[in-house]
């Protein structure tokens, strides 16, 4: 794996597939704590830290390809390969359920199954210009969980914090600018018609996607399942955590078996 990434093993049920979560672009693998101890009873459960999500004093990207989608795509790939228990379910959030999808669609047969919270595959026209000022407000440290909710909120405060170390940025804020400003530039239309793996879309009833597109993407493709929780901020899972996990719970309950995957050889 690269050095630059993490992977974390929560263990859960071994005869089940692999459940691996997967963060938005200011997130970690560890903000999905509140959700790992009852996804355990549905597969063995782990975490994935993105590359340049480790930390503050990460390696500046040498260029933009080492942004790119394709490169994350690589970087899971490889996870889920060296993970070995066969087609993973793929949980992930905002720039998570990005990456997941594009895997699935490159990679078919290592993925069983996709829960997309929250991201839609066409950004084109939006940039992270007005992102900036909103950067430049953010203390080097924050002191409390307390001082980071004044600043972002209840939810995402915790959330925020949870992925911090000791307080400080988990990550540079310029080098995630630069990978969301890839989205603008491009749509991932492609890569989510090419999915075969049954799939759950959530979006948030305060979306940050386009209007319209979740419920496109599912419609596209007979084995997707669509909703949308009235009220949520783009943090669904923390949000509205009994909406998300009845959600989940349903849809995992209701997957094929992991054999009946017509990619998965045993």
Known sequence: MSAD???IDYGGMPDQP???LMHGLMGRGRTWRRQIPWLR???????FDAAWHTGRDVTPPASAEELSTERFVADLAEVLTWIDMGPAVLIGHSMG???SWCVAAEYPELVSALVIEDMAPDFRGRTTQGWQPWFDSWPPEFASLEHAQEMFGDIAGR???EAFDDGVLHGRLDIWAQIADEWGQRDFWD???QVCAPSLLIEAGNSVVPPGQMAGM???KDNSTYIKVAGASHLVHDDAPDEYRGAVEAFLCARPAPWRNKYFKP
């Open 41 to 47: 009873r549905y597969g063995r459960v782990f975490t």
């Open 18 to 20: 692999p459940i691996v």
């Open 191 to 193: 890569q989510w018609r």
């Open 5 to 7: 990434t993490g992977f």
């Open 159 to 161: 959330y925020f914090y």
């Open 97 to 99: 359920a990005l990456h």
């Open 218 to 220: 599912a419609e596209s």
